[in-house]
């Protein structure tokens, strides 16, 4: 259990650090778009190909690995479905807030989680490979579409998701992984210290957009906000292990990790979507605040029950 605690307790420590830097004015206006940038085009692409590259492909199509997708696939639709016509939201925030609802924090948190409640990170790699290799390109699409750019040909649009640097990342790290090519040791070394940088410069970026921040869920969409909140924490694990235990017959270990994936939080990388795209950025960020928070009884709770 102390794992657990412990994994959580880095995460906030370096976003309480990002929040210090803004406090006391040490980057200056603009820093966490700089450093979202950063992240987006440099650390996470060289971080998403290092984790494939030495995954095991057979892994995604594990039956644990279907309840993850089925259950992402799922929160995403139920979320786009009741924001658009019960709660009257439209566009991007849409798109970002399904994200947000079914969109799992496994690059960082993921792996030190179930390393101390299943044994194993394994169950991590097919949500890598389907969350960036289907998720990601599928919504930056959407999110090309709904933010109406103009001057870009429809092919151009359609193709966008080729020249995304993360789905570059994930393609090369597939290759490798698939192959069994490995990269030469002078060119290894700075692709992983470029890698390093990725989860703490995104935190540090997420710290900083939380400087005069008003406090979550007392917003104008804050609706939108609690309802992704309860899919994430609650929702999400309760249906994996319905499909998990009912309908593949999974039990043990197999059953408790992607049910441990499916409780896990909302990835920071919507975040660094959404200051991309500059759509939903705040309800993004309040998000991933709550479910963070939210995780950590839930986690606690069904590694007790399932463990």
Not at 29 to 55: D, H, N, Q
Not at 207 to 213: E, Q, T
Not at 268 to 282: I, K, L, P, S, T
């Amino acid at each position: 259990m102390a794992a657990v605690f412990t994994g959580f307790l880095s995460l906030a420590v370096i976003v309480l650090l990002g929040y210090l830097l803004a406090r006391w004015h040490v980057l200056g206006p603009g820093a966490a778009e700089g450093l979202s940038k950063l992240t987006f085009f440099v650390g996470t692409p060289a971080l998403m190909f290092l984790t494939l590259a030495r995954a095991d492909v057979a892994a995604v199509f594990s039956e644990s690995a279907l309840v993850n997708w089925i259950t992402a696939v799922v929160l995403a639709a139920v979320y786009a479905l009741v924001a658009r016509f019960v709660l009257r939201r439209r566009g991007a925030e849409v798109t970002l807030g399904a994200l947000s609802a079914s969109y799992v924090n496994a690059g960082n948190m993921g792996i030190p989680i179930l390393v101390f409640a299943a044994g194993s990170a394994a169950a991590i790699a097919p949500v890598l490979l389907f969350q960036l290799l289907v998720m990601v390109p599928v919504s930056f699409t959407i999110l090309d579409l709904q933010t109406g750019r103009r001057g870009v040909s429809r092919v151009a649009t359609l193709t966008s998701p080729l020249r995304n640097p993360l789905v570059v990342g994930v393609a090369l790290g597939l290759v490798f992984s698939l192959t069994g090519w490995q990269l030469p040791a002078p060119v290894l070394l700075p692709v992983q210290m470029i890698a390093d940088i990725a989860v703490p410069i995104m935190l540090l970026s997420f710290g900083l957009s939380l400087r005069g921040a008003p406090p979550p869920g007392r917003g104008e969409g804050r609706g939108t906000l609690w309802f992704a909140v309860v899919l994430k924490n609650l929702a999400g694990p309760g249906l994996a292990f319905v499909l998990g235990r009912y309908a593949f017959d999974l039990t043990g270990t197999a059953l408790l990790a992607p049910v441990v994936v499916a409780a896990l939080p909302t990835a920071q990388n919507v975040f660094v979507y959404a200051m991309r795209y500059g759509q939903a950025v705040a309800a993004s960020r309040e998000t991933i605040l709550l479910t963070t928070v939210a995780c950590v009884p839930v986690v606690v709770a069904l590694t007790g029950l399932l463990g």
